[in-house]
Protein backbone atom coordinates (compact mmCIF):
# COMPACT_ATOMS: atom_id res chain seq x y z
CA UNK A 1 0.00 0.00 0.00
CA UNK A 2 0.92 3.46 -1.05
CA UNK A 3 2.35 5.29 2.23
CA UNK A 4 0.17 8.43 2.73
CA UNK A 5 1.80 12.25 2.57
CA UNK A 6 2.07 13.65 6.18
CA UNK A 7 -1.25 15.41 7.36
CA UNK A 8 -1.48 19.05 9.10
CA UNK A 9 -4.60 19.67 10.74
CA UNK A 10 -5.90 23.36 9.62
CA UNK A 11 -7.96 25.21 11.94
CA UNK A 12 -9.22 27.63 9.16
CA UNK A 13 -12.36 30.11 8.06
CA UNK A 14 -13.22 29.31 4.27
CA UNK A 15 -12.84 31.99 1.85
CA UNK A 16 -15.07 31.72 -0.98
CA UNK A 17 -12.33 33.53 -3.78
CA UNK A 18 -9.79 31.12 -2.95
CA UNK A 19 -7.12 33.43 -2.24
CA UNK A 20 -6.89 32.61 1.62
CA UNK A 21 -8.12 30.19 4.08
CA UNK A 22 -8.51 26.51 4.09
CA UNK A 23 -7.69 26.54 0.00
CA UNK A 24 -4.24 28.41 0.81
CA UNK A 25 -4.17 26.02 3.45
CA UNK A 26 -4.29 23.02 1.12
CA UNK A 27 -2.67 24.40 -1.85
CA UNK A 28 0.23 25.57 0.23
CA UNK A 29 1.00 22.42 2.31
CA UNK A 30 0.65 20.01 -0.60
CA UNK A 31 3.50 22.42 -2.62
CA UNK A 32 5.45 21.34 0.20
CA UNK A 33 4.69 17.51 0.41
CA UNK A 34 2.00 17.32 2.67
CA UNK A 35 -1.97 17.25 2.89
CA UNK A 36 -4.21 19.00 4.59
CA UNK A 37 -7.03 17.62 6.82
CA UNK A 38 -9.14 20.95 6.88
CA UNK A 39 -11.41 21.47 10.44
CA UNK A 40 -13.38 24.98 8.97
CA UNK A 41 -13.79 27.49 12.10
CA UNK A 42 -15.77 30.05 10.39
CA UNK A 43 -17.69 30.62 6.51
CA UNK A 44 -16.83 33.66 5.41
CA UNK A 45 -19.07 36.44 3.04
CA UNK A 46 -15.92 37.77 1.12
CA UNK A 47 -14.64 39.19 -2.26
CA UNK A 48 -10.96 40.36 -3.46
CA UNK A 49 -11.45 43.74 -1.48
CA UNK A 50 -12.61 42.52 2.11
CA UNK A 51 -14.80 40.61 4.34
CA UNK A 52 -18.07 41.58 4.51
CA UNK A 53 -19.40 38.73 6.80
CA UNK A 54 -18.53 35.99 8.52
CA UNK A 55 -20.24 33.13 10.83
CA UNK A 56 -18.21 31.40 13.25
CA UNK A 57 -18.37 27.22 13.31
CA UNK A 58 -20.39 26.32 16.74
CA UNK A 59 -17.68 25.24 19.13
CA UNK A 60 -18.97 21.66 19.73
CA UNK A 61 -19.11 21.14 15.75
CA UNK A 62 -15.71 22.38 15.57
CA UNK A 63 -14.35 20.18 18.19
CA UNK A 64 -16.47 17.04 16.72
CA UNK A 65 -14.81 17.65 13.59
CA UNK A 66 -10.65 17.58 14.89
CA UNK A 67 -11.42 14.56 17.40
CA UNK A 68 -12.65 12.25 15.11
CA UNK A 69 -10.27 12.60 12.46
CA UNK A 70 -7.50 12.55 15.18
CA UNK A 71 -8.79 9.12 16.50
CA UNK A 72 -8.32 7.50 13.07
CA UNK A 73 -5.50 9.39 11.21
CA UNK A 74 -2.12 10.37 12.21
CA UNK A 75 -1.37 14.07 12.14
CA UNK A 76 1.82 15.62 12.16
CA UNK A 77 1.18 19.24 12.84
CA UNK A 78 -1.79 21.61 14.00
CA UNK A 79 -1.86 24.59 12.15
CA UNK A 80 -4.22 27.38 13.65
CA UNK A 81 -5.23 30.08 11.00
CA UNK A 82 -8.75 32.17 11.69
CA UNK A 83 -10.66 30.94 14.69
CA UNK A 84 -13.52 32.67 14.30
CA UNK A 85 -15.13 33.27 18.37
CA UNK A 86 -13.47 32.94 21.54
CA UNK A 87 -15.59 29.62 21.81
CA UNK A 88 -13.70 28.28 19.31
CA UNK A 89 -10.37 29.44 20.85
CA UNK A 90 -11.50 27.36 24.37
CA UNK A 91 -12.67 24.39 21.93
CA UNK A 92 -8.99 24.20 20.10
CA UNK A 93 -6.95 24.57 23.81
CA UNK A 94 -8.68 21.54 24.50
CA UNK A 95 -7.43 20.13 21.54
CA UNK A 96 -3.76 20.94 21.54
CA UNK A 97 -3.48 20.13 26.16
CA UNK A 98 -4.88 16.70 24.69
CA UNK A 99 -2.50 16.15 22.10
CA UNK A 100 0.42 18.45 23.44
CA UNK A 101 2.80 16.01 21.34
CA UNK A 102 1.78 17.23 18.12
CA UNK A 103 3.84 21.21 17.20
CA UNK A 104 1.35 23.95 16.49
CA UNK A 105 2.06 26.59 13.59
CA UNK A 106 -0.60 29.58 14.81
CA UNK A 107 -1.10 32.52 12.05
CA UNK A 108 -2.81 34.76 14.09
CA UNK A 109 -5.36 36.13 12.05
CA UNK A 110 -6.94 39.43 13.48
CA UNK A 111 -8.08 41.18 10.54
CA UNK A 112 -8.87 40.98 7.15
CA UNK A 113 -7.11 42.10 4.21
CA UNK A 114 -9.32 45.14 3.76
CA UNK A 115 -9.40 46.03 7.31
CA UNK A 116 -12.40 44.21 9.00
CA UNK A 117 -11.65 42.47 11.99
CA UNK A 118 -11.87 39.13 12.54
CA UNK A 119 -11.08 38.48 15.85
CA UNK A 120 -12.05 40.73 19.14
CA UNK A 121 -9.99 42.02 22.13
CA UNK A 122 -11.06 39.23 24.31
CA UNK A 123 -9.83 37.37 21.60
CA UNK A 124 -6.81 38.64 20.98
CA UNK A 125 -5.27 38.46 24.47
CA UNK A 126 -7.31 34.83 24.69
CA UNK A 127 -4.38 33.70 22.39
CA UNK A 128 -2.06 34.38 24.94
CA UNK A 129 -3.46 32.32 27.61
CA UNK A 130 -5.08 29.27 25.79
CA UNK A 131 -2.95 28.64 22.09
CA UNK A 132 0.77 30.42 22.82
CA UNK A 133 1.55 27.63 25.79
CA UNK A 134 1.49 25.23 22.92
CA UNK A 135 2.56 27.22 20.19
CA UNK A 136 5.79 26.34 18.40
CA UNK A 137 5.74 28.80 15.87
CA UNK A 138 3.70 32.32 15.47
CA UNK A 139 3.42 33.92 12.36
CA UNK A 140 1.93 37.45 13.05
CA UNK A 141 2.38 40.61 10.78
CA UNK A 142 3.36 43.66 12.71
CA UNK A 143 0.51 45.09 12.99
CA UNK A 144 -1.16 41.55 14.72
CA UNK A 145 1.79 41.66 17.25
CA UNK A 146 1.05 44.55 18.46
CA UNK A 147 -2.70 43.93 19.58
CA UNK A 148 -1.36 40.19 21.07
CA UNK A 149 1.28 42.36 23.13
CA UNK A 150 -0.17 45.80 23.35
CA UNK A 151 2.53 46.48 26.48
CA UNK A 152 5.29 46.25 24.67
CA UNK A 153 7.14 49.52 22.61
CA UNK A 154 8.55 47.50 20.19
CA UNK A 155 8.06 45.36 17.25
CA UNK A 156 11.53 43.56 18.78
CA UNK A 157 9.67 43.58 22.49
CA UNK A 158 6.24 42.49 21.06
CA UNK A 159 8.00 39.58 20.03
CA UNK A 160 9.86 38.86 23.36
CA UNK A 161 6.67 39.06 24.91
CA UNK A 162 5.01 36.34 22.79
CA UNK A 163 8.02 34.15 23.50
CA UNK A 164 7.55 34.42 27.52
CA UNK A 165 3.61 33.65 27.17
CA UNK A 166 4.98 30.33 25.73
CA UNK A 167 5.86 30.49 21.98
CA UNK A 168 8.92 28.98 21.45
CA UNK A 169 9.41 30.96 17.91
CA UNK A 170 8.24 33.96 16.27
CA UNK A 171 8.60 34.78 12.75
CA UNK A 172 7.37 38.45 12.74
CA UNK A 173 6.66 40.08 8.84
CA UNK A 174 6.81 43.22 7.97
CA UNK A 175 4.89 43.97 4.99
CA UNK A 176 2.83 46.48 6.72
CA UNK A 177 5.84 48.27 7.75
CA UNK A 178 7.11 51.24 6.05
CA UNK A 179 10.73 50.09 5.19
CA UNK A 180 12.20 50.25 1.85
CA UNK A 181 12.12 46.39 1.68
CA UNK A 182 9.95 44.12 3.53
CA UNK A 183 11.89 42.70 7.04
CA UNK A 184 10.96 39.68 8.37
CA UNK A 185 12.28 38.48 11.22
CA UNK A 186 12.73 35.22 12.67
CA UNK A 187 13.21 34.76 16.88
CA UNK A 188 13.93 32.16 19.00
CA UNK A 189 14.52 30.57 22.88
CA UNK A 190 14.52 34.40 23.47
CA UNK A 191 16.64 36.02 21.07
CA UNK A 192 16.48 37.78 17.22
CA UNK A 193 17.82 34.91 15.49
CA UNK A 194 18.02 36.38 11.74
CA UNK A 195 16.00 39.05 9.38
CA UNK A 196 15.38 38.70 5.49
CA UNK A 197 14.91 41.28 3.52
CA UNK A 198 12.64 40.75 0.26
CA UNK A 199 11.74 43.08 -2.08
CA UNK A 200 8.72 45.11 -2.14
CA UNK A 201 6.35 43.98 -4.37
CA UNK A 202 4.20 46.97 -6.24
CA UNK A 203 0.42 44.74 -5.45
CA UNK A 204 -1.39 44.04 -2.29
CA UNK A 205 -1.89 40.28 -1.70
CA UNK A 206 -4.77 38.17 -0.46
CA UNK A 207 -3.67 35.27 1.60
CA UNK A 208 -0.15 35.83 1.72
CA UNK A 209 0.12 34.94 5.52
CA UNK A 210 -1.85 31.83 4.93
CA UNK A 211 0.75 30.84 2.20
CA UNK A 212 3.88 31.15 4.51
CA UNK A 213 2.59 29.85 7.66
CA UNK A 214 0.94 26.49 6.00
CA UNK A 215 4.18 26.07 3.90
CA UNK A 216 5.92 26.15 6.80
CA UNK A 217 3.59 23.53 8.62
CA UNK A 218 3.62 21.08 5.25
CA UNK A 219 7.40 21.45 5.65
CA UNK A 220 7.43 20.74 9.43
CA UNK A 221 4.66 17.75 8.90
CA UNK A 222 7.55 16.17 6.25
CA UNK A 223 10.30 16.38 8.80
CA UNK A 224 12.17 19.42 8.58
CA UNK A 225 13.45 21.92 11.53
CA UNK A 226 11.33 24.89 12.14
CA UNK A 227 14.32 27.13 11.45
CA UNK A 228 14.40 25.27 7.88
CA UNK A 229 10.70 25.48 7.35
CA UNK A 230 10.91 28.95 7.67
CA UNK A 231 13.58 30.36 5.31
CA UNK A 232 12.33 27.27 2.81
CA UNK A 233 9.03 29.17 2.74
CA UNK A 234 10.00 32.11 2.32
CA UNK A 235 11.38 31.58 -0.94
CA UNK A 236 8.32 29.88 -1.61
CA UNK A 237 5.60 32.67 -0.65
CA UNK A 238 7.37 35.19 -1.78
CA UNK A 239 7.81 33.48 -5.58
CA UNK A 240 4.01 32.51 -5.39
CA UNK A 241 3.74 37.14 -4.65
CA UNK A 242 5.96 37.69 -7.81
CA UNK A 243 3.88 35.22 -9.61
CA UNK A 244 0.65 36.25 -8.44
CA UNK A 245 -2.13 37.49 -10.71
CA UNK A 246 -5.62 39.32 -10.15
CA UNK A 247 -8.85 37.28 -10.17
CA UNK A 248 -11.04 40.47 -9.15
CA UNK A 249 -11.57 43.86 -8.59
CA UNK A 250 -9.02 44.20 -5.24
CA UNK A 251 -5.94 42.12 -3.77
CA UNK A 252 -4.04 40.03 -6.41
CA UNK A 253 -4.02 36.33 -5.14
CA UNK A 254 -0.63 34.62 -5.04
CA UNK A 255 -0.04 31.18 -7.25
CA UNK A 256 1.27 29.01 -5.00
CA UNK A 257 1.49 26.18 -8.07
CA UNK A 258 3.30 28.64 -10.04
CA UNK A 259 6.60 26.50 -9.35
CA UNK A 260 4.79 23.31 -11.64
CA UNK A 261 4.76 25.57 -14.74
CA UNK A 262 8.68 25.54 -14.41
CA UNK A 263 10.35 22.65 -12.18
CA UNK A 264 13.39 24.48 -11.51
CA UNK A 265 11.81 26.70 -9.71
CA UNK A 266 11.20 25.05 -6.82
CA UNK A 267 12.22 21.43 -6.57
CA UNK A 268 12.74 18.67 -3.72
CA UNK A 269 15.20 15.78 -3.76
CA UNK A 270 13.55 13.63 -1.02
CA UNK A 271 16.81 11.43 -0.29
CA UNK A 272 18.61 14.43 0.71
CA UNK A 273 16.13 16.69 1.41
CA UNK A 274 17.84 19.62 -0.41
CA UNK A 275 15.48 22.54 -1.89
CA UNK A 276 15.46 24.61 -5.20
CA UNK A 277 13.49 28.34 -6.05
CA UNK A 278 14.17 30.91 -8.87
CA UNK A 279 16.31 33.04 -7.59
CA UNK A 280 14.65 36.44 -5.50
CA UNK A 281 16.50 39.30 -5.21
CA UNK A 282 16.71 38.91 -1.12
CA UNK A 283 19.73 39.34 1.17
CA UNK A 284 19.80 38.00 4.91
CA UNK A 285 21.34 40.03 7.32
Known amino acids: MKKSRPIVMSFSGNDPTGGAGIQ ?14 PVITALTVQ ?25 DMP ?3 FKVGMVGSIENINA ?8 HEIPVI ?7 GGGMSLASEEMSLAYSDLIFPFT ?3 T ?6 RLLAPEADSLDACAQELMDDGCEYVLLTGTHESTEQVINTFYGHHRKIEASCWTRLPNSYHGSGCTLTSAIAGLVACGESIPDAVSIAQEYSWQSLVDGYQSGMGQYHPDRFSWTENWTKFERNGAEKTYSIKTADQTKN
Do not use: C
Not at 28 to 37: E, F, K
Not at 49 to 68: C, G, H, P, W
Not at 106 to 112: C, N
Open 24 to 37: ADIEAAASMGARIA
Open 47 to 71: DTQNVKYFSATDAKLLIEQARVILE
Open 75 to 77: IAV
Open 92 to 99: IHTILHDY
Open 106 to 112: VDPIISA
Open 136 to 138: NLV
Open 140 to 145: PNSNEV
